[in-house]
């Protein structure tokens, strides 16, 4: 969430304690480490799964990338992304029958990148480190501008550092959360909420969820505003956002 990993190692433990098969949602942490390695080494899941959409640390315009170490996962995912198909001969059902043969193994997709797609990727790649780096100055520098205003810092966890996909703090009076969303949104700052609580939407009430279900994620939703953090934020822009929801937070 945010760029930070959870604690991967209890997690799998958990998970192997129940013979349950992890799959570690890290599309906001490329470039994130946890115990002293990148997120997406899959040390601690069977499937690690980045997005690059558009605002994420870095972008393929959309799309996404699942990584796994498992050979078996690689080829069936594989598969999956291009109509179930395979042209490996080691995977048929028999002998090809000639070099241009193929074979639909299952019911996949067509979920393959583009090449343009590919190469935009891989450009952003190569800057990946000096984005992260600069998330994480400006993450700092909100630390300890913010500190004494009447809100919360994002937290972090002991063996993990953030690649800072998003910066979000949290007012410790929620009945201000409208009126200072709102003030930072009159006064040009691009201030989101991330997120709404998924059992609030209408397709999870209609599986009879309700208001109340789910107490923490709905006290974070009166709370949460994510506040801008992009690799391309200046310091001056930066300081413009602190003063502007200082001004607002002890008004």
């Not at 990946?128 to 700092?140: H, I, P, S, T």
Request: hydrophobic letters at 40%; one cysteine or more.
């Amino acid at each position: 969430m945010c760029g930070q990993s959870p604690d991967m190692a209890r997690i799998a433990e958990l998970a192997r304690a129940h013979g349950v098969r992890l799959i570690e949602d890290a599309s906001h942490a490329i470039g994130a480490e946890y115990l002293g390695a990148p997120v997406g080494n899959c040390a601690h899941s069977d499937i690690t799964v980045f997005s690059f959409h558009p605002v994420k640390i870095i972008t393929s315009a959309e799309g996404g990338m699942a990584l796994t170490n498992d050979f078996g996962l690689a080829e069936r995912m594989e598969r999956l992304r291009s109509h179930g198909i395979t042209r490996d001969p080691d995977q048929m059902t028999h002998t090809p029958d000639g070099p241009w043969y193929y074979q639909q193994l299952e019911l996949g997709w067509n979920y393959r990148m583009t090449e343009m797609q590919a190469a935009l990727g891989l450009s952003q790649l190569d800057r990946l480190d000096a984005f992260v780096a600069r998330r994480r100055k400006l993450a700092a520098g909100y630390d300890a501008a913010l500190a004494d205003l009447p809100l919360r810092l994002p937290g972090r966890i002991d063996g993990a550092e953030s690649a800072w996909h998003l910066y979000v703090i949290r007012l410790d009076d929620a009945a201000r959360h409208r009126a200072v969303f709102g003030a930072l949104r009159a006064s040009d700052i691009g201030v989101n909420l991330h997120y709404i609580p998924v059992h609030l939407q209408p397709y999870y009430r209609r599986f009879g969820f309700t208001p109340g279900d789910f107490p923490i994620a709905e006290d974070y939703y009166s709370r949460a505003i994510s506040i801008p953090l992009h690799a391309g934020l200046t310091d001056v822009e930066q300081q413009t956002v602190v003063e502007a929801l200082a001004t607002e937070m002890m008004a």
